[in-house]
């Protein structure tokens, strides 16, 4: 039987693989796409979203536990897991099913199956049917990543869980370990935490959110272990020895090794791409590390082969995938396409307070041999933050004092994942110091913080 052919098949349906074939499919060309297991794929329906609407859950609840701050009553404040869980679910499950209708309005071919790249420009899936074969002159590799599973470490279900474990959980965990403070890590001892549960962190780093600029991390520290978090740095869980409800922690810190009891541990050690049972040894792809290795505009090496996203390395977020996807897409139809800079997309962790960030750390900026300007801006200080019962954060922007270019934003506090884009957009324009002085905030607002924040490396702050 002959295969099939395509303009473009894309493998996997994430919301690297879906936006790349939506792109193409507007660009007039016939598009394929490939998924073993569901639409969205993970961001959709184990990451971003479901994990944004747990979240929220806590975020009410804790809003709820607050009630007399605000003037109101609030009795016997309670929480279901499972109504929660369930929510989350159908919050995943309602954009899941929405990707099937973009796929079916864009005329895209969807086949359901594991897909494996026998020689260049032919794709084989392996469906409930039997084996589908199809050909293309470009294929897209979207195959993302899955949660790096540490030996001794790995998860069962039960006592040690992984993300997808901490979604869906047995149980609500009465004493928790966390291993990893990363942005999975985190948002999850964050939600367990505001929930009640007894949660340590551990961290192999020297501080928690070791992306961020260290005065955001510890700014973030304060306000976790405020909410009764114990914060482990510089630390390591050589094993767990697992007996009947409990884990055992041998966690090892300042070079002496000490037991902790847990009923639940939640492993969120980094990721590994999803690279296996491709077929990419035989058609000479680089891999490092269990990514494809690509140039800036993800090709790979090999005539008419992408990678996208995860697979295709650091920064790990969807926004940086799709935006990858619609790029290959452009440079696939003969358009000019340009480049994701990773330096330009923004970084958001929505634990309680939320952390975001674009550009350079202070310390990396140093490094990179700038002469800096460093303005910083507190919540206390705005009168928004103030009213909203949320004053504490801060907003920290960078500065090349020789320009006035915006080299890089950090922001911890209430909504701060949402004011990002305003420096993302500012550092996409080149914006200088000059334009965002003179750029007129609207007031009361959270956003006016990232004014005076640019006033303050500068000399100029108003009101403090």
């Not at 977020?317 to 923004?346: F, N, Q, T």
Request: charged letters at 25%; proline letters at 3%.
């Amino acid at each position: 039987m002959a295969a099939e052919t395509y303009d473009v098949i894309v493998i996997g349906a994430g919301p690297g693989g879906y936006v790349a074939a939506i792109r193409a499919a507007q660009l007039g060309l016939k598009t394929c796409i490939v998924e073993r297991e569901h639409m969205g794929g993970i961001c959709l329906n184990w990451g971003c979203i479901p994990t944004k609407a747990l979240l929220r859950s806590s975020e009410v609840f804790h809003l709820m536990e607050r009630a007399k701050d605000f003037g109101l009553k609030a009795d016997n404040i309670g929480y279901d897991l499972d109504a929660v869980v369930k929510r989350s679910r159908g919050v995943a499950k309602q954009l899941s099913s929405g990707i099937g209708h973009l796929m079916k309005k864009n005329k895209i071919a969807v086949v359901m199956g594991e897909a494996t790249l026998p020689t260049k420009g032919k794709v084989s899936v392996k469906t409930e049917k039997g084996t589908q074969e199809l050909a293309a002159k470009n294929i897209v590799l979207a195959t993302g990543a899955r949660a790096r599973e540490l030996p001794g470490l790995e998860a069962d279900g039960d006592l040690v869980w992984t993300y997808k474990h901490a979604l869906d959980p047995v149980r609500m965990p009465k004493k928790l370990l966390v291993i990893g403070s990363g942005a999975i890590g985190i948002e999850f001892a964050s939600f367990y935490n505001t929930l009640g549960a007894d949660t340590t962190v551990v961290e192999v780093m020297d501080r928690v959110l070791p992306v961020e600029d260290a005065e955001i991390s510890a700014f973030a520290k304060k306000a976790f272990v405020k909410q009764g978090m114990k914060i482990m740095e510089k630390a390591m869980v050589k094993q767990l020895d697992r007996g009947k409800g409990k884990v055992t922690a041998h966690i090892e810190v300042g070079g002496k090794v000490e037991k902790q009891e847990f009923d639940t541990v939640i492993s969120a050690v980094g990721i590994v791409g999803n690279v296996e049972g491709l077929g990419l040894d035989g058609l000479g792809v680089k891999v490092d590390r269990t990514h494809v290795v690509t140039d800036e505009y993800c090709r790979t090496g090999v005539d008419g082969l992408y990678a996208i996203g995860d697979i295709a390395g650091a920064p790990w977020l969807a926004h940086k995938a799709s935006h990858e996807g619609v790029m290959v897409a452009e440079l696939i139809a003969g358009k000019h396409a340009h480049a994701v800079k990773p330096e330009s997309i923004a970084g958001c962790t929505y634990c309680q307070p939320q952390v975001a960030s674009v550009g350079y750390t202070e310390a990396k900026a140093k490094e990179l041999g700038y002469d800096i300007k460093v303005g910083r801006f507190p919540f206390i200080g705005n009168g928004k933050a103030i009213a909203l019962g949320e004053a504490e954060g801060m907003v920290k922007t960078i500065f090349d004092a020789k320009t006035g270019e915006l080299l890089g934003a950090h922001m911890v506090g209430a909504e701060v994942t949402e004011m990002i884009q305003g420096y993302v957009v500012g550092r996409q324009l080149e914006t200088t110091e000059e334009d965002l002085m003179n750029t007129v905030f609207p007031h009361p607002t959270l956003s006016e913080m990232m004014h005076e924040s640019v006033l303050d490396a500068f000399d100029r702050v108003i009101h403090m």
